[in-house]
């Protein structure tokens, strides 16, 4: 009940609200029949339970105890305002209400005055000084579900998240519920349920991202697993803007807007994980569309070799991470797992000893020993504003979302070449391009000669799963599109293919790995470099030089058994 129940169980005795010889005998009677719990959190309960205390008495107690104002919820209304502030998941992680609200302050009402805490916690997060009321435990919940149209209860959401129940519903009957109510406004309570366990099913399956897409006669919901978009059962389409409603709230962005784009974060914690998913609301001719992102930190803990790396392509890796200063470019489309091969780097560079400072447009992960800074344009924060003020913060290492123009792309050059490891994120179709890319950009090829130490092309591929798989010989006809013959084949060539099995959700494969190309810039490339040579030139002294092309590195993941030919031929084109 509250957060001090000694002290609110002593004042019960002190008020004479109940006789100290009835309270003794419910904590006795807790004590056998709630060992588990804490025995004056048990009292409390089992004193209202069995009508032995009301809560209007004790929150009266309370009110005159502290010298607080009471407040009568029955009365209260919420206000727009204070709906944008505070929304339904504030309200009930916290259990509060809010009632007035200004530029400077929020006035709410809560049941516990010693829970310091939700006080300064809402007070950080709105940026607001915080002035509570008092009210009964049992007003304030009845005053969230009947304004904030919440149907269960905040145990119940938090049991949808982490699965703990063995009998919870599952998506398919939650959409069979909402499909047979008769008006959306009855449906609330199921749309909230529905939310939820759309949020956690995504989880289950390891989706990286959840797509709902209005579309003109029906609302569809799509999974991406492992790269691979999979439609799921659809909600009826008459209850498509009330879940949409829901998500915007989750997400922190504006109800009423519906004709820019909006982003927003949703966090959630599951089976003991937190896990935020990155919002992105688009306006489209038949309604908005969400995308939700979900991020994972878990993924960013994957040692190299979990990425897909080899030994071989491993230690270069690690030495060019180690380096003492230049630009390091990780390559590849939207999608292609940058972010996440940058990210690790850091984790595995991360020591006392160094100081990193990232820059980046959305700060995805958050990540410990680390300072990140988030760009905002709207304030005139860009990326190179940041890296202006992060060079003054005296880096070791400097990491850059994304180098999208001439003034950022020449800040992190500079930032380069007086002593700071700088790493960064191009979008090009293989390694080399990066050269002509900062060219094009603007930087003079002589600086890019001197400050380029190496690029890092990616793509990501589908892994046939370890667990459920079986040995293969792939035809004639099947290696000659890899640019392989039988005779070719060495005696440690390990063909898999995956078996289908609902731990895969029947497609054979589990997990995504990465196929690399890395250009490594010389004595040999600089001065090709500097002397503004095609890129044509660039590819092919890289590949004498012993540079593996994407396509190589997906056929040596083949032959080792990691993914199949299907896939390498999906996402790299063949050198010529």
Excluded: W
């Excluded at 919820?73 to 509060?96: F, N, W």
């Excluded at 003109?216 to 492992?226: A, G, H, L, P, T």
């Excluded at 792939?474 to 392989?484: R, S, V, W, Y």
Aim: with cysteine; hydrophobic share 40%; charged share 25%.
């Amino acid at each position: 009940m509250t957060s001090a129940d000694e002290f609110v169980v002593q004042l019960i005795i002190d008020r004479e609200l109940v006789p100290e010889d009835t309270v003794d005998s419910v904590r006795n009677e807790a004590t056998e029949a709630r060992p588990e719990d804490d025995p004056d959190t048990a009292v409390l309960e089992m004193l209202i339970s069995q009508d032995l205390l009301t809560h209007e008495a004790l929150t009266s107690a309370l009110a005159d105890e502290f010298s607080m104002e009471m407040v009568e919820m029955g009365d209260v209304r919420l206000s727009p305002e204070c709906e944008g502030l505070i929304t339904a998941e504030m309200a009930q992680k916290y259990h509060i209400f809010p009632l007035e609200v200004d530029d400077t302050s929020i006035q709410i009402a809560i049941s516990d005055p010693l829970d310091v805490d939700t006080l300064d916690n809402i007070g950080h997060v709105l940026g607001k000084s915080v002035d509570a009321r008092l009210a009964t435990y049992t007003g304030i919940d009845e005053a969230i579900k009947e304004h904030y149209k919440i149907v269960e209860s905040s145990a119940e959401m938090s049991e949808i998240f982490s699965g703990m129940s063995g009998e919870e519903e599952s998506l398919s009957s939650v959409t069979e519920s909402i499909s047979s109510s008769s008006s959306s406004d009855d449906s609330d309570g199921p749309i909230v349920k529905f939310v939820e366990m759309l949020i956690s099913e995504a989880l289950r399956r390891r989706s990286s991202d959840i797509h709902l897409e209005p579309l003109e006669k029906r609302f569809r919901v799509r999974y991406r697993i492992d790269g691979v978009l999979q439609e799921i059962e659809n909600p009826p389409k008459r209850l498509q803007p009330t879940i949409i409603s829901r998500l915007k709230l989750m997400a922190k962005v504006s109800l009423a807007e519906k004709r820019i784009p909006q982003d927003g974060r949703i966090s959630v914690t599951s089976n003991g994980k937190e896990i935020d998913l990155r919002v992105s609301v688009l306006p489209t001719a038949f309604g908005e569309s969400i995308v939700m992102r979900i991020l994972d930190k878990e993924g960013l803990k994957l040692g190299l070799p979990q990425l897909g790396f080899f030994s071989d392509d491993q230690s270069m890796f690690e030495r060019i991470i180690g380096m003492p200063d230049g630009i390091f470019l990780v390559t590849g489309p939207t999608g292609s797992g940058k972010s996440t091969t940058l990210y690790s780097a850091l984790n595995v560079i991360n020591h006392p000893d160094r100081k990193i400072i990232t820059v980046e447009d959305p700060v995805e992960y958050e990540l410990g020993g680390i300072n990140q800074v988030q760009v905002r344009k709207d304030i005139g924060m860009t990326f190179s504003a940041a890296l202006k003020a992060m060079l003054r913060q005296a880096p070791n290492i400097i990491m850059v979302g994304e180098i999208r123009d001439k003034e950022t792309a020449e800040i992190a050059v500079n930032a380069s070449l007086t002593g700071h490891m700088v790493f960064s994120t191009l979008h090009t179709n293989d390694a080399p391009s990066a050269v002509s890319r900062l060219v094009d950009i603007g930087v003079k090829p002589f600086l890019v000669a001197a400050s380029l130490r190496a690029v890092l092309a990616q793509r990501l591929v589908r892994q046939i799963d370890p667990s459920h798989r079986e040995p293969y010989e792939p035809t004639e006809a099947e290696l000659a599109m890899i640019g392989l013959r039988s005779d070719q084949l060495t005696s440690d060539a390990n063909f898999m293919k995956g078996i289908p099995h609902p731990a895969n959700g029947g497609t054979g494969f589990k997990g995504r790995k990465g196929l690399f190309e890395m250009f490594m810039v010389n004595e040999e490339m600089q001065q090709m470099i500097y002397e503004n040579r095609t890129l044509v030139d660039l590819r092919q002294k890289a590949r004498e030089l012993g540079m593996r092309t994407l396509r190589e590195d997906g056929v040596r993941k083949v032959v080792a058994g990691i993914t199949s030919i299907s896939e390498v031929l999906h996402v790299t084109v063949a050198e010529g």
